[in-house]
T-cell receptor, first 110, second 116 residues
Framework: DAKTTQPPSMDCAEGRAANLPCNHS???????VYWYRQIHSQGPQYIIH???NNETNEMASLIITEDRKSSTLILPHATLRDTAVYYC???????????FGKGITLSVRP | NAGVTQTPKFQVLKTGQSMTLQCAQD?????MYWYRQDPGMGLRLIYY???????DKGEVPNGYNVSRLNKREFSLRLESAAPSQTSVYFC???????????????FGPGTRLLVL
C-alpha cells in the first residue's frame, strides 16, 4: 500500500474553511484516497473517499490533483466539533488493509 | 440499528490472565477487523476476517487469537495478557463489495484495556 505524508497539526478559526493536505506520491492507479477522522476517545469515522475525480458529500470535499500524488480535504465551515485527528489513507479497496498513520490534528478555535 | 458494538468498554487484567473482547455488527457486513491504538499512535491492524469462516493476520498479530463466530460476531482473545497489550482496541466492519471496490469501514466505540 502507498504511504501518505501529513503535517502533524494545524488549526483554523471556527466558521472558516479547513484545508487539510496529504501527499501520496507513490499511489498506484487502482488505489483510492480515503479520509477518516477520530474525535477524542471515539472510534474513527469515515468522511469521504475518491479515486480520480473530486468528490463532495455532506461532510466535506476532496480535491485530488491531476497526477494523484496529493489531495486536500476541505471542511467548508469548520466548527468546534470538527476538532479531531484526520487520517489520509490510500488503499486498493475491499479486502485490502487500511493503514492508519499518525494523521493530522486539526484544532478549531473559537 | 446499533452499528458496531464492543464489550466490555473497560477492563483491567493482571499479567498472565486471559480474556476475550467481543464485537458484533448488525449491518450484514462481510468483513470485520480488529485494531489496537496506543497513545500518540495511529491504528494498527491485528487481525481481519474477509468473510465468515476466514481470518488473516494483520500488522501486529502476536499474542492474539481471533474467532469469526458467524457473520455478525468477531472476537479477539488474549490468552496470556502482557503489559505491552495495554491499549485501546477497536473493532470495525465493512461491506467489502469485492476486490478493488471502494470500502468504508465502520468502527465500534472501543475497549480500553489495562494490563498490570
Amino acid at each position: 500500500d502507498a504511504k501518505t505524508t501529513q503535517p502533524p497539526s494545524m488549526d483554523c478559526a471556527e466558521g472558516r474553511a479547513a484545508n487539510l493536505p496529504c501527499n501520496h506520491s507513490t499511489i498506484s492507479g487502482n488505489e483510492y484516497v480515503y479520509w477518516y477522522r477520530q474525535i477524542h476517545s471515539q472510534g474513527p469515522q469515515y468522511i469521504i473517499h475518491g479515486l480520480k475525480n473530486n468528490e463532495t458529500n455532506e461532510m466535506a470535499s476532496l480535491i485530488i490533483t491531476e497526477d494523484r500524488k496529493s489531495s486536500t480535504l476541505i471542511l467548508p465551515h469548520a466548527t468546534l466539533r470538527d476538532t479531531a485527528v484526520y487520517y489520509c489513507i490510500v488503499s486498493p479497496g475491499a479486502n485490502s488493509k487500511l493503514t492508519f498513520g499518525k494523521g493530522i490534528t486539526l484544532s478549531v478555535r473559537p | 440499528n446499533a452499528g458496531v458494538t464492543q464489550t466490555p468498554k473497560f477492563q483491567v487484567l493482571k499479567t498472565g490472565q486471559s480474556m476475550t473482547l467481543q464485537c458484533a455488527q448488525d449491518m450484514n457486513h462481510n468483513s470485520m477487523y480488529w485494531y489496537r491504538q496506543d497513545p500518540g499512535m495511529g491504528l494498527r491492524l491485528i487481525y481481519y476476517s474477509a468473510s465468515e469462516g476466514t481470518t488473516d493476520k494483520g500488522e501486529v498479530p502476536n499474542g492474539y487469537n481471533v474467532s469469526r463466530l458467524n457473520k455478525r460476531e468477531f472476537s479477539l482473545r488474549l490468552e496470556s495478557a502482557a503489559p505491552s497489550q495495554t491499549s485501546v482496541y477497536f473493532c470495525a466492519s465493512s461491506e467489502a463489495l469485492g476486490p478493488f471496490q471502494r470500502e468504508t469501514q465502520y468502527f465500534g466505540p472501543g475497549t480500553r484495556l489495562l494490563v498490570l
